[in-house]
T-cell receptor
């Protein structure tokens, strides 16, 4: 069925440390995996995405890795800063349904 | 220029009333969506339109009715509002198979 599990639900890190958020999906036909950042009072914003023909993608301090065999993908944020504090959502495109299924969100808090 | 704009940003209304939320996108995207975000931050799709055609209609009470006059607009009308309808409603758009651009949300409070 349609399912994306996201862990952890909350994550606190010291400024400068790394943060990792992991998602597991169930649909083996999924081939597009975006990550969104939602700041307080705003809509989610696409920050990075990866397609199934790629194992890793980097954009400055953020990176996403994909393991299609295990059906999981992860968001990595290095050198975290207070402005990285937000709720992060993963998503997968669920084949045959024309819709994305979102993970349950991770509240990241970067402590100065 | 705002890419996906929705109005109003806040909406406080009494139970039983009818209200509408409007959404417009200037990105030239062909697909638009309505999502509901509850107090636990869960994002759940409600409707999706592709080129003005309804393609997703989740298990949503029929008090909720979307309307897409053209592919740049997707409005949401809600009849007979209930307390449980209180949430943040997000409009989003995309090229059919790409990531979304979300609006800033409409916080609906039913009292």
């Amino acid at each position: 069925g349609e399912n994306v599990e996201q862990h952890p639900s909350t994550l606190s890190v010291q400024e400068g440390d790394s943060a990792v958020i992991k998602c597991t999906y169930s649909d083996s036909a999924s081939n597009y995996f975006p990550w969104y950042k939602q700041e307080l009072g705003k809509g989610p914003q696409l920050i990075i995405d990866i397609r199934s023909n790629v194992g890793e993608k980097k954009d400055q301090r953020i990176a996403v890795t994909l393991n299609k065999t295990a059906k999981h993908f992860s968001l990595h944020i290095t050198e975290t800063q207070p402005e990285d504090s937000a709720v992060y959502f993963c998503a997968t495109y669920y084949s045959g349904t024309y819709k994305y299924i979102f993970g349950t969100g991770t509240r990241l808090k970067v402590l100065a | 220029d705002t890419a996906v704009s929705q109005t109003p940003k806040y909406l406080v209304t009494q139970m039983g009333n009818d209200k509408s939320i409007k959404c417009e996108q200037n990105l030239g995207h062909d697909t638009m969506y309505w999502y509901k975000q509850d107090s636990k931050k869960f994002l759940k799709i409600m409707f999706s339109y592709n080129n003005k055609e309804l393609i997703i209609n989740e298990t949503v009470p029929n008090r909720f009715s979307p309307k897409s006059p053209d592919k740049a607009h997707l409005n949401l009308h809600i009849n007979s509002l209930e307390l449980g309808d209180s949430a943040v409603y997000f409009c989003a758009s995309s090229h059919f198979y790409d990531g979304y651009t979300f609006g800033s949300g409409t916080r609906l409070t039913v009292v």
